[in-house]
């Protein structure tokens, strides 16, 4: 395999190379065994981040997808990128309201199953409210008496 590049996403490191003339992604995790066996230049056409992109877009059209509204600020605004990738938080951001006086701004997002993207948004503490869907609210908002009567 001609190794094209190496991605972090959710935590997990993903290997981009091309086989057979074809590019696939492996996670980093799975790989048994590595062995150096020639030096490989990756090709000055290949755009590791754009075809990231194209990959997480169509591993994502299978899964199941629900829009979320929420109140966001400071190091929230910031952190979304990490919580849902580059391209949406550029798109969630470009369709924000403006900060209102306490720096809260109202977005949009669409994201993948509940119980993940509950776990994600966790991420952002205070500085994220969930608007709507009301079970998403109550499924952070459940993890997080949890986790407060924890270390409360």
Not at 27 to 44: H, K, N, Q, T, Y
């Amino acid at each position: 395999m001609d190794p094209l590049g190496v991605v972090l996403k959710a935590g997990a490191w993903y290997l981009v190379g091309r086989r057979d003339g074809e590019t696939r992604t492996y996670r980093v995790s799975r790989i048994d065994g590595l062995a150096l066996l020639d030096r490989f230049e990756r090709p000055d056409d290949f755009d590791l981040a754009a075809y990231w992109d194209r990959s997480v877009a169509a591993y994502a059209d299978g899964l199941p997808r629900f829009a979320a509204r929420l109140r966001i600020r400071g190091a929230g605004v910031e952190q979304l990128v990490q919580v849902i990738g580059d391209g949406p938080t550029r798109q969630a951001l470009a369709a924000a309201s403006e900060p209102d006086q306490e720096g809260w701004r109202t977005v949009s997002i669409t994201l993948e199953e509940e119980w993940y993207t509950a776990l994600n948004l966790l991420r952002l503490g205070p500085d994220a409210e969930i608007l709507d869907p009301p079970e998403l609210r109550e499924h952070v908002a459940a993890a997080a008496r949890a986790m407060a009567a924890v270390y409360g």
